[in-house]
């Protein structure tokens, strides 16, 4: 059997790496720096943009609404609007947006600024187009809304968020990896047949793995274009892509480096994902993956099948009760929704496709009322900042990881008796 080689043979070339990486990360910051100025040379702009989230808020006794909104420059920002706008969530709209005083430092993280919309597109982009279809083929706007998150990464309703946020599967609704992966599956499984044929006939030489590799990649970068680059399905495309290069070429793939540079290289590339919460929660949890891989490798592969989920629920615990703090009777059985979502995903988009996809609605309208009654439980910053340093320091003292799973067990025990 031949051994995997390491990405980087020594430091230097490691170094090498990140000099090229701090290159990249600086012509990106002065592009950012560039688009900032063009923002806000004037006090006002007018700016096309699309509508992500839209709802209504009550402040100092007014009532009006919040709008999420991405320009079509590529920054996002939040505003509000008078009580009375019409439902322009998915919409593209024409603002002029007060933006002459926001620092740099709000213009990569987001920020908020007064506009006034002069102008709402009726022409629907494809995006829309495919959330109408998916709206007319259920009854209940909540489990058409899952379908949409599901779909076409539209955000979710407040109380489907808060559902699902108690159930612990907020995850399976946030496109990433895991969704990656099944469509990954599925278009190898139904490419291959196709390719094998025509391979047979015309270019027998040819190297199917590669190639149907090259054609799965550019029908998930066509989809995550489509989507707009969602920040955890864009981490995930980048570490399928540099996963393959790298086994390819013999070099281990399941390591916390290859994640390293994925991370680096993405940050260097997008500098906004810094402050991407989502970005951050999909890198730990493969981070969680690949550190117990690393650790249980003496298993065999069937106990690493049946243990690996009840490791990555502990561990990312702490990240969803003291980021979202909505935990449920229901909560730790997400791991088995988790589990049973790797069917219903790929089942679900073929039911759409042929006119049956509100087969399961009623199945997940009592999903929902599961996650209706919940307790808010409050954990400090500190509790993250030291889950987060014992997982660092596991990496290099083996036992540590043993008092990182027994910190872990504690909260969830703490959790379990707080709604008890």
């Known amino acids: 059997m031949i051994e995997k080689v390491s990405l980087f043979n020594n430091k230097r070339e490691f170094f090498h790496f990140l000099a090229l990486c701090s290159f990249i990360l600086f012509y990106s910051l002065v592009i950012n720096y560039n688009e900032y100025k063009k923002l806000t040379h004037f006090d006002s702009q007018i700016?096309?943009?699309?509508?992500?989230?839209?709802?209504?808020?009550?402040?100092?006794?007014?009532?009006?609404?919040?709008?999420?909104?991405?320009?079509?420059?590529?920054?996002?920002?939040?505003?509000?609007?008078?009580?009375?706008?019409?439902?322009?969530?998915?919409?593209?709209?024409?603002?002029?947006?007060?933006?002459?005083?926001?620092?740099?430092?709000?213009?990569?993280?987001?920020?908020?600024?007064?506009?006034?919309?002069?102008?709402?597109?009726?022409?629907?982009?494809?995006?829309?187009?495919?959330?109408?279809?998916?709206?007319?083929?259920?009854?209940?706007?909540?489990?058409?809304?899952?379908?949409?998150?599901?779909?076409?990464?539209?955000?979710?309703?407040?109380?489907?968020?808060?559902?699902?946020?108690?159930?612990?599967?907020?995850?399976?609704?946030?496109?990433?990896?895991?969704?990656?992966?099944?469509?990954?599956?599925?278009?190898?499984?139904f490419l291959k047949p196709i390719y094998g044929?025509?391979?047979?006939?015309?270019?027998?030489?040819?190297?199917?793995?590669?190639?149907?590799?090259?054609?799965?990649?550019?029908?998930?970068?066509?989809y995550l274009i489509f989507l707009d680059k969602p920040p955890s399905l864009l981490r995930s495309f980048v570490m399928l892509v540099v996963g393959f290069v790298?086994?390819?070429?013999?070099?281990?793939?399941?390591?916390?480096?290859?994640?390293?540079?994925?991370?680096?290289?993405l940050l260097s590339f997008f500098p906004k994902l810094i402050f991407s919460i989502g970005f951050f929660l999909s890198v730990s949890g493969v981070f969680y993956i690949f550190l117990f891989l690393?650790?249980?490798?003496?298993?065999?592969?069937?106990?690493?099948?049946?243990?690996?989920?009840?490791?990555?629920?502990?561990?990312?615990?702490?990240?969803?009760?003291?980021?979202f703090g909505d935990f449920s009777i229901y909560h730790p059985l997400s791991i088995i929704w988790t589990s049973l979502f790797s069917i219903f995903y790929p089942l679900s988009i073929a039911l759409h496709i042929v006119g049956f996809g509100d087969i399961f609605d009623g199945v997940l309208i009592n999903f929902i009322s599961l996650g209706t009654n919940s307790l808010h439980i409050e954990l400090s910053y500190k509790v993250l900042a030291l889950h987060i340093g014992l997982s660092l320091l596991s990496l290099f003292y083996k036992k540590v990881i043993w008092l990182l799973l027994a910190f872990n067990l504690f909260i969830f025990i703490y959790a379990i008796y707080k709604v008890a």
């Open 294 to 323: 690393n650790f249980f490798k003496h298993l065999s592969k069937f106990y690493q099948f049946i243990l690996m989920p009840f490791w990555v629920y502990i561990l990312m615990l702490v990240f969803s009760l003291v980021i």
């Open 47 to 189: 700016i096309q943009a699309t509508v992500l989230k839209q709802y209504t808020k009550t402040k100092n006794n007014k009532t009006f609404q919040v709008l999420k909104l991405k320009s079509d420059d590529g920054f996002s920002f939040y505003s509000s609007a008078k009580k009375s706008l019409e439902n322009v969530k998915g919409k593209r709209v024409r603002l002029e947006l007060w933006a002459g005083k926001i620092s740099f430092y709000e213009y990569l993280s987001g920020f908020y600024v007064y506009s006034k919309i002069k102008y709402i597109y009726k022409n629907q982009t494809n995006k829309q187009k495919l959330n109408n279809y998916i709206d007319s083929a259920h009854i209940d706007k909540k489990v058409a809304n899952i379908y949409q998150a599901l779909y076409t990464a539209s955000p979710l309703h407040i109380e489907n968020q808060k559902s699902f946020s108690s159930l612990g599967v907020s995850h399976l609704l946030a496109i990433s990896g895991f969704h990656l992966g099944v469509l990954s599956a599925l278009l190898f499984f």
């Open 246 to 265: 790298l086994y390819d070429r013999g070099v281990k793939i399941i390591s916390m480096q290859t994640l390293l540079v994925s991370v680096i290289l």
């Open 197 to 222: 044929f025509f391979q047979d006939k015309y270019f027998p030489y040819r190297n199917s793995k590669i190639d149907l590799f090259i054609i799965v990649i550019f029908i998930l970068l066509t």
